[in-house]
């Protein structure tokens, strides 16, 4: 099995960094009917999270923000890895600091 490495276009929002904030975006893309291909979620700046989407089909997210009043940044390109792992495959790359068995 080989890895698949794709370019990508994703875009981002930044919402209140508060308890139950993720799950009302989710819950709006869900029923938008957004299909995900990844998504990432991190602290930023001044109480604000920023939520990174990966879609084929940008727009759609697009549309529910709008409807929710987001704010989305711009689309953004990027490479995305995605690795087929199988049971006889089952290695994982480690920090280049760290040996193979220290862990």
């Not at 930023?44 to 879609?55: C, I, M, P, S």
Request: aromatic residues 8%; contains cysteine.
């Amino acid at each position: 099995m080989s890895d698949r490495v794709m370019k990508v276009s994703y875009c981002y929002v930044m919402v209140p960094n508060r308890a139950g904030q993720g799950a009302k975006v989710f819950t709006a893309i869900r029923e938008g009917g957004v299909n995900l291909m990844a998504h990432v979620g991190f602290p930023g700046k001044r109480g604000k999270a920023q939520l990174d989407f990966v879609a084929p089909n940008l727009s759609k997210i697009r549309s529910v923000a709008r409807k929710n009043g987001w704010r989305v940044s711009r689309p953004r390109r990027r490479f995305w890895s995605r690795a087929r792992i199988s049971p006889a495959r089952s290695t994982v790359i480690s920090p280049a600091w760290q040996t193979p068995g220290s862990a």
